[in-house]
DNA sequence: GCCTAATAGTTGTTTTTGTAACTAACAAGG
DNA sequence: CCTTGTTAGTTACAAAAACAACTATTAGGC
């Protein structure tokens, strides 16, 4: 047997800890308001944000456009979020949330505040701050 | 704008992170030897224990069954890997590499190393342990 | 103004994944 | 033995993602 060990390797181990971590916060989303993945991330950088552009969050959540455009067309079909043609360029349009997608937004952050809360004292204080900033080192490059 | 900041919120964080290292190493084994994620997987869990069946991989690795089948039988049909019916118990079957799937696993474990050191020494060493004690921790759940 | 390039966003097609149902083989109780 | 349940692995179908090509609009050089 080699003595290589995948969980010292990075990539796969940082992959096992965010699917875990996915399949926590997934059950909320995906059971109380049918969303995908991309969706709810779409939700809270409007909600966050309040008013963006698909190409805004494309660039700060790293997503791609396609990606974007069609959760955006769910969200707007699930009167969660709403399209208004910006009428100096009208190839941009601004997507804010209705008031359903901003009740949505606050429900799913608290559900997301309390998960850290928990994961927090599960680990300890500690530990989750050093890991929040590595963990966006790597993120930002 | 809400204060609320999704960076500082673990299961998306853990997912930009991952998605950016995972990105780093596809580049090698999708260039190089034309494999999915769930492949080189299944070829380095072959290349550490040398004999394991479907189901000890997807135990260990935390992966559905489904994908392991197909993972296999890519791996198979690219002639990385062969597969032998266990005689005691025929529902069985045992897993190794070829000499060509070996070699692959060499190569890409070799990678897989530098790249880790690369971001060891980006980072710096503690902050390297640190994270992958406390990421280990995560994955464990 | 007019041509070319760039940007915003969408749509279509192909891969890949997820879920459930399936076959085959074994195990255990009666 | 023979039913019932369990395990190993595959296959079929639906959902989602990746990738490329597309429309519409604006910007910039000439």
Redesign the pocket.
């Known amino acids: 047997m080699s003595d290589f060990d995948l969980r010292g390797f990075l990539p796969y181990l940082l992959n096992q800890a965010a699917e875990a971590a996915s399949l926590d916060f997934q059950q909320y989303y995906k059971d109380r308001y049918g969303m995908?993945?991309?969706e709810w991330r779409v939700l809270f950088h409007l909600g966050i944000f309040e008013r963006m552009?698909?190409?805004d969050i494309s660039a700060r959540a790293r997503i791609?456009?396609?990606?974007?455009?069609?959760a955006?067309?769910r969200l707007e079909a699930r009167r969660f979020l709403e399209r208004t043609r910006d009428m100096e360029?009208?190839?941009?349009?601004w997507l804010s949330l209705t008031q359903a997608g901003q009740a949505a937004y606050r429900d799913l952050r608290g559900v997301a505040a309390r998960y850290d809360r928990a994961l927090e004292e599960e680990i300890g204080a500690d530990d989750m701050a050093a890991l929040k900033r590595i963990l966006q080192v790597l993120a930002a490059r």
């Open positions: 995908l993945r991309t552009t698909a190409s791609h456009k396609t990606k974007i455009s069609r955006v067309s360029d009208r190839r941009v349009e």
